[in-house]
Structures are given as structure tokens and as C-alpha cells.
């Protein structure tokens, strides 16, 4: 998951009101669910540091996809090996120059009707090691969090005796994504051991440089379309909930980020002798920014609201159903409110312009009395269905010129500046629109219906996550329901030094995991 | 000078229309003045390497007065020496603690009604030598400026012959401020050597703090103020203007500078999954600043133009009579307009509110996708009579308060973010008045003319500089006419590497000083 926390963007959400999932009529399916949930939980609890112990070889592989091509190849064969030992065939795939490898597995089951992907990455963010606790390839279990008091190293060599599941697992990558990879082997394994027959044919993708912008995943995905035919895909990337419980996403808001540079005298002017008279680009900015979004978070340029698609009954339900997160944010955030006052969940499903920054004329104590040269802003836009960045770009580009502005891609030439009193340097990033999985597909549903049993309780519904994920890969490729199922942590310290997984999580990890393989079958029968 | 060039906030200025200095009843003193200049010119024709060496002994004399008071008291025992051989009586001034020496002088003329103080300061900006083509504590003749073709060095110990006008000396303080008081010396010595009596008592007063903000310059103007007691004091400090030719100042702009700081959440909140929701501090403050101002220069704060005294009938002639420059500096700047397509000139003589600069979220590339924490923005306000800082002041923060904001002078705490939606942080420099010496009155009207009358043509009168000098030091303490006479080249590097002196403008400023000082007690006889 290539975004941070996500935490609070979702919200805890109690049954959808009217839900499938738990109707007197599929009491028959939560059972059967009950009952693959303590056959796989009683065989983990006697597995648990073989299971521990295939991941920490799996995190002793450096997996840096910008750093060596090499370290991805190592990890790739790794996971073949893995898949391979569960009965899986494997392929490695790639397309285009520069691709590096992802590995496809699938577990065909006779008799099955559906097909379900399961997708995580097994590349890592760089890491600095001086940052560390400890070495970021070479997994260490402590009793808890680093900077609690008391949290100690464990020797899983020498313990005797089941492991406490607050204990963390650290190590670059121990939650995004290579613990999600071994708690669905560790499922399958499980399912096995307790001759669980799997419900659905199961495929996996696992990613080799999706932190690294997933460079050539589309191609990938559109190359070996035949093979990696489904009829759903299970997302295994990003945290649960920070309240602890299991979430499930359909979407991810789209992202296209916006460099503006507005242009002044060539070169700096002391503000007395010419403030009054030459350009002053700061200035010309604010008024500039002031015209693109109001203080409540209004974006006031025509038309930008026209391309979004109203929520669904059922999407709106969900929002509704979130608790109020919003009192204690403000405290720990130090604010006295928020924009529009709003919930915080049906602010993230509208699209938005956020200020990123600006710079003008220097640093704070040492600008100098001068009017500048220049004004940089960044924007990022965050996109909700059905906007797309080019029709995000067109709008934003109309709305500047008939505000007066001269577009240009480069830094503008006397010739240039002489020509136009307004000039602004607009540059975008390509970015990529946004994804969403209708909330209420009968895939989506059993989906649902599968993980609250598995949990044995209501989990969270986030019909679209406020941050972006690049979903619309597989969304607008492949044509078929995609839904996020997570395990993680919030608190991974995803990205960052000292990422780590709580052994509960991979615990519950491999339950709903076990849960989905063996019963979304069942849930979601293919129609005859 | 602590402002930098001011070359184009002046400009060229014909004769005031019906002017005073050439009308036919004058001639006369036109004559007078012509027979000083031709005398003085003549004796420094003759003496011309010995001018330059006393400049080259004084330049030679560090003169940081924020490094060293010791420096500073050896230029004041130099300067003393100098005075001393000419007939001074001399005195050094302090007053308060940390104060730096000025130099008092005094030349008695008897019969004399009328005491003219002349001002410069003989102290100096830091260097960086390793920026300067030769060391700044000692004087290097070159044959032009530097960069240009073909200047070379010139050895004056050895050549022989007159020196060509356009040779510059280098040092620091070669312009800013010592070589005015070596050309008023040298005024003082043609002069006698002319048998021409001065028509004023002199004085002289030479500031050993100036680049380093004045500190004690009022309390040693108000602590001696029965020594400076005078009808009028002439201010050397400052370039003549770009077209070569002479310039009168009679005012400068005051100045007063403000920080402003919006806060926004306590740490910055991924933009994604909090970009709608958490109050973006960045965007806040674009709408504050452009509430501010307008894009054409107006102040859009209510009664900031208030305090504005109207410009008389003699100051709107001089802006008027300004030729028009702006079509090169828009051409050399790069600029297709400027604001509210004014002149120059008329648009220095407004109040004026500059956004210097401006900075949240980080820099250019790498401002990450977040809601910022803060947002900070640096503003100067340029004054004019009879606006004062502290009513500036107090204007901008009832304007601050109307918007909603709550004003604080440090950064705030948890709690107070709690109480406030809009926080701002609001600090000010102290800031100083304008100053303006009426046009009209008898002894600005004198100095015009003398100095006309010595260049022999216009002069370049400036009602009021756009930038910003403490010239309401000597205004408010002393309630006489100040006018300013500058004499060096306006591309002297003022305050830079390199700073230089053309020849000809210290040939220029031994005559027009020795002309002021010549018949300024005729043109402008005391009253019966």
C-alpha cells in the first residue's frame, strides 16, 4: 500500500442496517464459517513458530524494487518455492523492458465454479538502516511496540510455550505485504490439515515493484489476462482498522498532483523602490489559489463537481454507520474544528483540492524585503468516480485562461514574459482515477458476509478510502469485483523504521484468509 | 545608505515648472555658483592623486560596526585627525551603552547666520572577501567597472598624467559612506585654496553605527542636541541617480515588516485520507493574504490609506516632471505591465503592502501529499506621512480580529488550538516613520538651487524615496529642513562585493559640496 496510515479515514461501521450477511436464513453459512475458523485457529495454535519462522525467512530477502533487480528475482523464486511446496503452479510474469517479476500461483480445485485472485506485493519501501532498532532483514520478535516501557527481544529459538499475540514481528516488509503472503499459504496449510476442501479455484499475484509506483502492472495484468481470468480479486495490501478490527475497502479516491509557478521580475526587487510598481508573483498567487477553493473545502472551479457519481444507498449507509471518531481526532490533532464540519468519512468520498504548500522569496527570518521572482504551489487533487485526471487537468487548465492566465510547460523566456502579464508554469503529474467496487454486487456481498463470520462480528465498510491506491489497475483491466480485505496493524510503522506485525493480526490474518478460501464458493454460487 | 540601489525609484526631473533657482532675477546667483565650481574644479585638477590617496588612507581602516568597536573608534580618530588639519573643532559622541563613536566637527565661519550640519556615516557593511576581486581594506584604482572588457588595474604611484574621470577605486565604504566625507574635505580645502569664504557655519556629523540600524542615533542627536543645533542638515549618504545625473531626496518612506503564522493540525496529516476534513492552514492564509490585497497594489484593509497626508502641488510637479524609465525596466525586468499600470514614481510615493514571501509544506518537489501544520507569510508595509507603524499596527490587527482570527505572539499551545477555529501568529518589527521635508519651505527651495546652479542643469528631485531610511531620526529630533545630496555612482555595489567609486562622481560632489557650502548662506540669507 503505497499510501501512509489510513487509519481514521475509516471508521468503524456496525452491520449494514438490513445486511445479508447475518439473515436468519444464512445462519447455515455463518455456522459452516464458525466452524472453518476453529479447525484453522487450532491448527495455527500448534503451528505458530513454523509459521513465525517462514516469514522471518521470507523477510530476510532485502526486497528494495528501485535498489536491485536481482533482490526481487531472489524473493520471486523464494515465493515459488513456497507456492510450489502447497501444490500450487507457478509462473513467473513480467512485460516490458525494466518489468520486474511477479509471481503467479494457482490452486485449482475440482469441482469449483469460481475463481478468486488473491493479490499482495512482496517489495519493500527503501530503508535506512541507521534509523532501525535492528537490522531491517533480519526479523526480531519483541513483546510489544518499541517506546513502551518493558518491550523486550524474544528468542522464538529458545521459547517454550505458546507465544503471547501482542508480540511484533520487525523487519522491512513483516506487514506490507509479506505477512499477508504467508498467512494465506498458512491458510491454506491449515484448510488442508483439517481436510477443508477450498470453495473457489485460487490464484495468486503477488507484485514486485509496487512500491515503486507499479510501473508495469497494467501491462502485466493485460499480457497474461487469460491466465489471471476471476471472477473476483482480493486485495491483501494496507492496515485494519485502528480500533483493531478488521475492515474491509471497495475503493480508493484517484490522485493527480498540480506544480503552479507564477512569474515576477527576473530578478529579485527591493520592495521600497519597486514594491508598489512590479509584479509582485506572490500576490498574484494568493488571489490565484483563493479562486480555486474556498476555506471549507470547496473547490469553486466551474464544473469540477460535474463528473462526480452520487454515493449509493448502500455507500451512504456505510459513512452513516461509522462511530464519531471525529471528537478524539481533534484533541490528539490540537483542533478546534474541521472543514464544513463534516465527517470525516463523507469528506473523504468528495473529491478534493488540497494546498500541499507554497513557497515565495525565501525562508521565514531571512526573506528578504523584495518582491520575488517567483511563487510555487503544489495542489493535489484527490479524485472520486467518475473523475478522471485528464478531465481534472482540462477543467483546472479552462479555469486558469479565463482567469487571464498564459499556460505554460517551462520556465517562460523574456521574449515570454514581456508577451503576458499573467503567466503561470502548470505542470502535472500523470496520476490515475480513482476505483470503486459497487458495494452492493452479490461478490461484494458474500465478501462481507464471509469476513463478519470469520470475525464473528460487524467490521468496517469503507466504501472508498480517502487515500489513493492504484485499484483502477485492476478495476479497469480486469472488469470484475475488487474488494480490499487487510490484515495488518494500523500502527506497521508502514514505510518507516521499524516496521513490524502484531502476531495477532497474522493470527486473524489466517482466519479470514482460511475463511474466504473456504466458503466464498458457497456464499457466492455461480448461477447455473 | 541602508537600503540598496534605489537607481529607478528616482527619475529624471526637468526644472520645476516656473521654477525658483533659474528664474531671470537669479542670474546672479547663478554666476556665483558657476565661479565656485570653476575655481574648486580647477584647484582639484591639480591635486586630484592627492584626494584619492587620503580616500585610499581612510579606506584602508576596517570598519564593520557590528564586528569590531574598536575599528570603529580608530576610523573616528582618523576622521578626527582629518578634521583637525582643516580647522575643526572636533568632538566624539556617544550616548548609552554599546554606542559607537560618531564624529562631531565644527568650522566656525564669522559672520555667518546660517548652520548646516552635513551628514554621512564612515562605517561599513560585512564583507565576504572571498567574493571580492581584491581585498576590501585596500583601495585598488581599476580603469572601469569590473566585468567589463578591458579593465585592467591602475598602479596611481606610478602614473602620470591626469586620471581619466571613469577609473573607479575599490573598497568597502568607497561609495557608502567615506568618500562623501572626503569630498566634503576636499570642498572645504579648494575652497581655501580659491580664497572663497564659506557663507555657513559647518558642521559635520559622522555616524559610526549605520549598517548596523542606527541604534543610538536618536539618543545622540537628542543628547547633543545644543552642539547639532542647526538651520538645516544636507545627508550625503545614497547614490546620485542611474542617468548620471544629480539627485535631491527630501523624504523616504518608513517601513514596518510582520510575520504572520496560521496553524493547521499538529502533525501533517496525510492529504488523502484527511485532505477534507483537517482545516488546511496553507489555504487559509491564501485567503487571508488575498483579503489583504489586490493584485494591483491597493491595501484592502479598511482606513490603511486613512493617515495619508495628499501630496502638495510642488511634490506632484517633481513625480510629474519624472521621465518616463519604465518601458526599460519593464524591458530589463521582463515584465509585460506593472501594477495598476502607474509610473514609478507616483506608485513609490503610496503607502504600499509587499508579501515578501511565503512558505508551508516543505519545497518544490518534495512538499509531501499532506494538510501542512503551518503556514507562514512575511509582509513589509512601505509608509507615508502621516502614517506611523504602530498605526499600521493596530489597523491590521482590527482587521485580523474582524475576520474571525485570533491573534497570538507565540506559537500556540494544545489548549489554545482547542479554543480558537482561526489562529494566527502576529509578530512585528518595530518599524519606523516616513520622514518628508517640505519642498516649498526657503531651505529645501536654496539646496535645489545651489546644486542646480553648481551642475549647471536639472537635477533629479526626489520628493520621496520608495525605500526606506531613518531619515525621521534626524526629521522628528531636530525640526529642520533635511534634504538629501547624494554624489556617488548609482552601480557603486553598495553593500556588495566589489563596492566602487567612479572618479567623477567625487569630482562631482567636491563641487556641488563646496557650492553648498559656498553660497548656501546667500541663497537662503536668515532673516532680518
Known amino acids: 500500500m503505497t499510501s501512509g496510515r489510513f487509519g481514521a479515514a475509516a471508521a468503524v461501521m456496525a452491520l449494514l442496517a438490513g445486511g445479508t450477511a447475518m439473515a436468519a436464513d444464512n445462519a447455515n453459512n455463518a455456522d459452516s464459517t464458525a466452524t472453518v475458523r476453529e479447525q484453522v485457529r487450532a491448527w495455527r495454535k500448534t503451528h505458530e513458530k513454523q509459521i513465525v519462522g517462514e516469514l522471518a525467512g521470507l523477510l530476510a530477502l532485502p526486497n528494495v524494487a528501485a535498489a536491485n533487480i536481482q533482490d526481487i528475482h531472489k524473493n520471486a523464486e523464494h515465493l515459488t518455492g513456497m507456492l510450489r511446496q502447497r501444490g500450487f503452479e507457478t509462473r513467473i510474469l513480467t512485460a516490458g523492458e525494466g518489468s520486474r517479476p511477479a509471481v503467479f500461483g494457482e490452486l485449482t480445485v475440482p469441482g469449483a465454479t469460481r475463481t478468486v485472485v488473491f493479490y499482495a506485493h512482496f517489495d519493500g519501501q527503501p530503508v535506512d538502516p541507521k534509523g532501525w532498532a535492528s537490522d531491517p532483514w533480519k526479523a526480531v520478535v519483541r513483546t510489544g511496540p518499541l517506546g513502551t516501557p518493558g518491550t523486550r527481544e524474544v528468542d522464538l529459538a529458545t521459547h517454550e510455550g505458546p507465544l503471547d499475540s501482542e508480540w511484533r514481528i520487525f523487519a522491512r516488509s513483516a506487514s506490507d505485504d509479506k505477512s499477508p503472503i504467508v498467512a494465506l499459504l498458512a491458510a491454506v496449510d491449515g484448510l488442508r490439515a483439517a481436510g477443508i476442501q477450498p470453495s473457489v479455484n485460487l490464484k495468486v499475484f503477488l507484485e514486485g515493484e509496487e512500491e515503486d509506483g507499479s510501473p508495469h502492472l497494467t501491462d502485466i495484468l493485460k499480457a497474461h489476462a ?123 468520498m468528495l473529491p478534493a483540492l488540497n494546498l500541499r504548500g507554497f513557497r515565495a522569496g525565501g525562508v521565514e527570518g531571512s526573506a528578504p524585503l523584495a518582491v520575488p521572482t517567483d511563487a510555487w504551489a503544489g495542489i493535489d487533487f484527490r479524485l472520486v468516480p467518475n473523475q478522471t485526471p485528464d478531465k481534472v487537468k482540462q477543467r483546472i487548465e479552462d479555469h486558469l485562461r479565463r482567469e487571464g492566465w498564459h499556460i505554460v510547460a517551462e520556465p517562460p523566456d523574456r521574449e515570454t514574459r514581456l508577451a503576458h502579464p499573467k503567466i503561470v508554469r502548470v505542470t502535472w503529474t500523470q496520476g490515475y482515477p480513482p476505483a470503486r467496487t459497487d458495494m452492493d454486487t452479490p461478490a461484494s456481498r458474500a465478501v462481507t458476509a464471509v469476513v463478519e463470520q470469520a470475525t464473528g462480528g460487524p467490521v468496517v465498510l469503507v466504501p472508498s478510502l480517502g487515500g489513493s491506491l492504484p485499484m483502477y489497475m485492476f478495476n479497469d483491466t480486469l472488469q470484475v469485483p475488487i474488494v480490499g480485505v487487510p490484515m495488518v496493524n494500523y500502527d506497521n510503522n508502514q514505510h518507516g523504521n521499524d516496521e513490524n506485525l502484531r502476531l495477532q493480526n497474522l493470527w486473524d490474518g489466517i482466519e479470514v484468509y482460511a475463511a474466504l478460501i473456504a466458503r466464498l464458493g458457497e456464499e457466492w454460487p455461480s448461477p447455473p
Open 226 to 348: 487469460g491466465l489471471l481470468a476471476a471472477d473476483a480479486w482480493v486485495l491483501c495490501d494496507g492496515p485494519t482498522h485502528q480500533t483493531g478490527r478488521m475492515l474491509l475497502y471497495f475503493g480508493a479516491r484517484g490522485v493527480v498532483s498540480l506544480n503552479l509557478t507564477v512569474y515576477g521580475p527576473l530578478r529579485p526587487l527591493h520592495d521600497g523602490h519597486y514594491g508598489n510598481w512590479a509584479p509582485n508573483p506572490a500576490v498574484l498567487l494568493t488571489h490565484l489559489l483563493a479562486g480555486l477553493r474556498d476555506p471549507e473545502g470547496k473547490v469553486l472551479v466551474p464544473g469540477f463537481y460535474d463528473d462526480m457519481r452520487p454515493l449509493g444507498e448502500t455507500e451512504k449507509r456505510a459513512a452513516a454507520a461509522m462511530p464519531a471518531i471525529e471528537d478524539d481526532l481533534r484533541q490528539e490533532l490540537g483542533l478546534a474544528r474541521s472543514e464544513a464540519d463534516g465527517r470525516l468519512q463523507d469528506r473523504v
